[in-house]
């Protein structure tokens, strides 16, 4: 008997070393990726970048402010006018705005020679105030042929980022019907630059390159960004660009998609009575000279 159980004890003793040895035990694998039915543990998550809230919406938007001075026999004629701009990109100080091409004061120039004949164009220049109130020359501009968009060039300044201005956040998503929109401009007056107005996308015109809106919007508003909010999150897809008249209608306003910025032919020039008169005779057919 004594014999047996020793017999049996040196059995389980073998039989608990070899399970052991082959990895066949209690004890679990070591490496969770070699072990049946499991998975890879997931990797983090990235960093949310922060979201630019509604009031700092405003630091993307800027005022443009023009003139213009037209040479004549008896009295100079002049011109003054001011739009809305936001800012695509900045790069060593100097800023890339997009704003309407109708937005740059040609079409009143092109009529200021009552006569009919060329223009003397003696002053033509174009300045941009941020939010903040840091005042900026346009060197430089490109006026898109096929739409109402032109991207203009300031000079370079001493700029801060998140305090003089931010770069207004791409729209990814397509656009829907019924979205919740915030516009920002300078209507009527330049005193009342940083102006919010809300709304809704009320239609989606020419396969979805514009945007029909109910957001505010007057006179001085076009240029500016149009923002739709995706819960906390705000993203730029469109510039605003016309409305109707209230006295026939109300809360039809019209954005162009930011998808369509650069699409298009365009025609580069400087910010000078020189680039003024390339712009006039080759968008409104009109003999153009620039004085001295």
Known sequence: ?????????????????????????????????????????????????????????????????????????????????????????????????????????????????????????????????????KELEVAGLDVQTDLDLAILRTRPAALVAGRDFLIAPFGKDPVELGDSLVAVGTPLDPKLSGTMTFGRVSSLREEGRVIQHDAAINQGNSGGPLFVSRGIDHFWIGVNTRTVNKRVGEGLHFAISVREIGNGPTITVEVNPAGACKLIRALHQTGCDAVK
């Open 1 to 133: 008997m004594k014999m047996r159980l020793i017999l049996l004890l040196l059995s389980m003793s073998a039989w608990l070393s070899c399970n052991s040895c082959s990895g066949k035990g209690d004890k679990p694998p070591t490496d969770p990726a070699k072990a049946t039915g499991s998975t890879p543990a997931p990797e983090p998550e990235k960093p949310r970048e922060p979201n630019i809230q509604v009031k700092d919406l405003l630091k993307t938007a800027v005022t443009l402010v023009g003139r213009w001075v037209e040479e004549d026999v008896w009295s100079d004629d002049r011109g003054q006018w001011h739009c809305s701009g936001v800012i695509k990109a900045e790069q060593n100080g100097q800023l890339t705005v997009v704003t309407n091409r109708h937005c740059l004061g040609l079409e009143e120039l092109s009529k200021a020679e009552a006569l009919g004949g060329d223009l003397d164009v003696k002053v033509w220049e174009i300045r941009v105030f941020t939010h903040g109130g």
